[in-house]
């Protein structure tokens, strides 16, 4: 018979992330603010919120240093704890490419985003925003699967991961709408190669996402 998870843990590292998984998520909002920031044409507060995004990382970056520290030696989990730790790393790389994304646009002195790329950039962002909400939702979810180990609350969460793939895969169709647009323009090269590689940057953000997917998905299979 498997012991409840909780019952072994004064606090459980769900706990902490879905705290990280939260943070991550009020993270991709102003992200989302600083790229419709970015492609409008009198943006004036993009620096602060790239610094805010900045912020946030930092302080999930004391939570999944929490997470990591907080696993005592000898604890039986019914997961490896280095599952939790693969996990953690992959929702945290989210906030890393979020935060790679707005670095690499702030590399350009000049703002702004072709004008007839502006519409595939928002798809793009919005494609890759739906994988961080629904990260938040799985490690909810999963919270509730290792408190009872109900078989019905595991298909939730399969769900979820499933939801997770379709997103990355529509994330990866809008990431090459915009390569495709970006490289046959007739515009300047060094344009051409930035809006390539944000495309890309962005892009990773579902990758991540859905790599934590897949990292769930072994936690609820041991």
């Not at 603010?33 to 610094?51: M, P, V, Y």
Request: charge should be negative; proline fraction near 4%; charged fraction near 30%.
């Amino acid at each position: 018979m498997r012991i409840p998870f909780l019952s072994l843990f004064m606090t459980s590292p769900f706990d902490g992330l879905q705290e990280h998984a939260e943070k991550v998520k009020e993270c991709a909002l102003v992200f989302q603010q600083a790229i419709e920031c970015h492609i409008s044409k009198d943006c004036k507060n993009f620096e602060e919120l790239r610094e805010k995004v900045i912020k946030l990382e930092s302080e999930a970056d004391v939570i999944k240093r929490r997470i990591r520290g907080h696993i005592p030696k000898g604890t039986v989990m019914p997961v490896d704890k280095f599952q939790v730790f693969r996990y953690l790393k992959e929702q945290d790389q989210v906030l890393d490419a979020v935060e790679d994304t707005l670095d690499w646009i702030s590399f350009r002195a000049k703002p702004g985003i072709p004008e007839a790329l502006a519409k595939d950039i928002f798809h793009l962002v919005d494609a890759v925003i739906e994988p961080i909400e629904e990260l938040s939702r799985m490690v909810a979810e999963a919270r509730k699967y290792f408190k009872t180990f109900s078989e019905k609350q595991r298909i939730v969460v399969k769900d979820i991961i499933h939801n997770l793939r379709q997103m990355e895969h529509d994330a990866d169709t809008a990431e090459d709408m915009v390569k495709q647009k970006a490289l046959n323009m007739e515009i300047d090269p060094v344009t051409v190669f930035h809006m390539v590689r944000l495309a890309e940057t962005i892009g990773s953000i579902a990758d991540h996402a859905e790599n934590a997917g897949d990292m769930m998905r072994a936690m609820i299979a041991t």
